[in-house]
């Protein structure tokens, strides 16, 4: 088997969506922790374009970006597929990841919001009209995004389980609550508790402080501007 390496970040969700994948599929492969603020001569030599993680390396090509680390893995190693069979559904499923993509930068804003003032406010509200379309329409009456078990797109929406629960203590207000989305709620505790997951998740009060730390800068420097 040709060697496989995930160059990644510890606090990073995109770096463990990769994890996740490689640990269901049963692939070896050995992690390299990156220094993100001194990124090492494989990072750059392989990722060129985008000198980020994660980057996974097979048999020396490397493959950026973790949505298309993902369909690479799925298409690699078809075992424990993480992707429908069915056509219709295995595009319904790309298209709830890249929801998910897209609405990155509406969650972003609200990382950096003050939860007092008209700001906060509005960025409550666009976090919550996600979440909404996320639980009615994203997962509906299933346990996972992939039905019984856990499928690409709970691994893509995975980052609410722990990152998001992280995100709304600093700010100070609480979105993703049994109350107001039940089922979406539900389905985080339940996707945390999947053994390749639970194995594999931050510690969150590392995770905790390291977010503070970016968070407080990027509140700094927005507000020197």
């Not at 510890?10 to 001194?38: C, F, Q, T």
């Not at 298209?95 to 919001?113: A, I, L, N, R, V």
């Not at 990152?163 to 100070?172: A, K, M, P, R």
Request: hydrophobic share 40%.
């Amino acid at each position: 088997m040709e060697e496989v390496n995930l160059l990644g970040f510890w606090p990073s969700p995109y770096g463990h969506r990769v994890i996740w994948a490689l640990k269901l599929k049963g692939v070896d492969y050995d992690y390299i922790e990156e220094d993100v603020s001194n990124k090492s001569q494989m990072l750059l030599q392989y990722n060129p374009i985008h000198k980020k993680i994660p980057l996974l390396v097979h048999g020396g090509k490397p493959i950026p970006e973790s949505l298309v680390i993902l369909e690479y893995i799925e298409e690699t190693w078809p075992e424990k597929p993480l992707l429908p069979k069915d056509p219709y559904e295995r595009a319904l499923a790309r298209f709830w990841m890249q929801f998910g993509e897209e609405k990155g930068p509406t969650f972003g804003s609200f990382f950096t919001s003050i939860a007092e003032g008209e700001e906060g406010e509005k960025a409550a509200k666009e976090v919550l009209e996600v979440l909404k379309v996320l639980e009615e329409q994203g997962l509906g009456d299933n346990k996972f995004f992939g039905g019984d078990t856990i499928n690409m797109v709970d691994i893509t929406h995975g980052w609410l389980s722990h990152w998001f629960e992280c995100i709304q203590e600093l700010v100070g207000v609480k979105l993703l609550d049994p109350l107001t989305f039940p089922r979406l709620h539900t389905w985080a505790q339940n996707f945390k508790q999947v053994p390749v997951v639970k194995e594999n998740l931050p510690d969150r009060e590392r995770l905790l402080l390291h977010m503070k730390s970016i968070r407080e800068k990027l509140i700094s420097s927005r507000s020197v501007k």
